[in-house]
């Protein structure tokens, strides 16, 4: 059988793209795809792992799933009627994006095992210059779709390093270490974190979870499709479109309880916390995991099997702060020395600082990172930033969900980035980047709606927010309301540089597209 990785590494890199994607996850899979569809063949992903599928190609901990239905958690074009349940396992959803990827014949187009190192704009040329780890190349376009969940984060722990036992961060699992039988802490209480410890602790001799803070955990409305319904999917037309639609505006009903009034929840926190009573007979455990924030201020977790998971016996949740891991122990900083075997570390991915920015470097040479250092993290409706001509973000600043399916983001943002480039390449701009005051607009709007969140007045601390508790990763509103603003791309809030011009000879896009 062909697989992605044999068709896509082979290759040497050309000398120069028109669009240049970075990232074979959802986001630079759909891309590529659309790209196609639109009969663009002068592309390129560019991916540092050996396959596509992004968080579902590294995500393989025992007991990873999607927290979002699978009929929505999907590509609009490709439904998928085999999926088995309502939330499917990790393995299945990879097989679905190995399966859309060959499907749509695109996979010629992929450089596998290629890291995009340095992307440089040169103002003189108008067009980027990249360096990969396979070789350089320039593009008139570049897409960043290296995910906001990508990169694992490693906490900053007093003697990690000495442990002499084995170590690994859940989207790092290692599989050829059997837990069978060992001592195991596991530091977080996050998404991966409540998915992994039913299916370990199961096998394990003995597991510490370390909680810094309690998260909500709903209960899973999860269920194995009937053989009736399977067949429904495939034979009758609308059936499963129907199912999908009834989960996406079933999600968007969440909105307001996280944006307007967090009372709306309450609803949902009531089956949280009667999730606890359910899954926990010990009350000073109970008392332990009830979150002390409000539902929806951190991201809602679900699953039937954590509490009980916690209430075993050979599990305790610890809520002392790690003061040092030794050779063969986690120290808590009430002097408790707890023997372990392995640590896995389940405390997320770099959110706020998005790892690609360091690599990005714009019209003035300043790095992205630098940017937003000096900025905040903030883009023009999620895609684009001035000063960086012709950079596309898909999935990129405000635009993550608390509530649904991150795949519907990742098509709108699609469209938009299609859309600007049929506008360029039907007036002859060569580049474009939004204006500073159309960015500011955007992102104070985005930062005013944000002040009302929950993800602001909940109580907590996330990793949605930055360092200095700004939002940088939500988007607050509607889902449907960021498709509409991103279903066309709004010349009359970009620079333009037409193709035969200098670069000093700028003009706003209403002058030359779309006006
Ligand atoms: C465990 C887990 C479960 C999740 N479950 C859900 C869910 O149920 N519902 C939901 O909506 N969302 C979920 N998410 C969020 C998920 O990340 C998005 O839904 C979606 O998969 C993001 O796709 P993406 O293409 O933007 O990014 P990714 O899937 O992260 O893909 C980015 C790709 O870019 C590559 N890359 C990064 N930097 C470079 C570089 N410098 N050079 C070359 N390649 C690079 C990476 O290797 C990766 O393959 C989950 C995330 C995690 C981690």
Known sequence: MTTATSQGSARTLPEHVHVFVVGAGFGGLGMAIKLAERGERDFLVAERGGDVGGTWRDNTYPGAACDVPSQLYSFSFAPNPTWSRSFSPQPEIQDYIRRIAERSGVLDRFRFH??????????????????????E?????????????????????????????????????????????????????????????????????????????????????????????????????????????????????????????????????????????????????????????????????????????????????VTDRIAKVTANAVVTTDGTEREIDAVIVATGFHTTDLPIAAHIRGRDGVSLAEHFAEHGMQAYKGATVAGFPNLFFIVGPNTGLGHSSMVFMIESQIAYVLDAL??????????????????????????????????????CSSWYLDEHGRNVTLWPRTTFAFRRLTSEFDSQAYVAT??????????????GVGA
Not at 240 to 267: D, H, M, S
């Open 114 to 135: 290629t890291t995009v190192e340095d992307a440089a704009w040169d103002k003189q040329a108008r067009r980027w210059r990249v360096r990969t780890s396979a070789g």
């Open 137 to 317: 190349l320039t593009a008139d376009v570049l897409v960043s779709a290296a995910g906001a969940l990508s990169d694992p984060k490693l906490p900053d722990i007093d003697g990690i390093d000495s442990f002499q036992g084995e170590v690994f961060h859940s989207a790092q699992w290692n599989h050829d270490y059997d837990l069978t039988g060992k001592r195991v802490a596991i530091i977080g209480t996050g998404a991966s974190s409540i998915q992994i410890i039913p299916e370990i602790a199961k096998k394990v001799a003995h597991l510490d979870v370390y909680q810094r803070t309690a998260p909500y955990v709903m209960p899973r409305h999860d269920r194995e499709y009937t053989a009736v319904e399977k067949l429904a999917f495939k034979y009758v037309p609308g059936v499963q479109k129907l199912y999908r639609t009834a989960i996406y505006w079933g999600r968007e009903c969440f909105v307001p309880g996280f944006t307007v009034n967090p009372k709306l929840a309450l609803p949902a926190k009531k089956a949280a916390l009667g999730n606890i009573a359910k899954g926990i007979t010990d009350p000073e455990l109970r008392e332990k995991v009830t979150p002390n924030f409000q539902i929806g201020c951190k991201r809602i977790l679900i699953s039937n099997d954590y509490y009980p998971a916690l209430d075993r016996d050979n599990v305790d949740v």
């Open 422 to 459: 049929a506008k360029m390449r039907a007036t002859g701009v060569a580049a474009v980047e939004p204006t500073p005051q159309a960015q500011k607009r955007w992102n104070d709007d985005v930062q005013r709606r944000m002040k009302r969140t929950v993800w602001s007045v909940g109580g």
């Open 498 to 511: 037409p193709a035969a011009a200098t670069t000093s000879h700028t003009s706003t896009l209403t002058e």
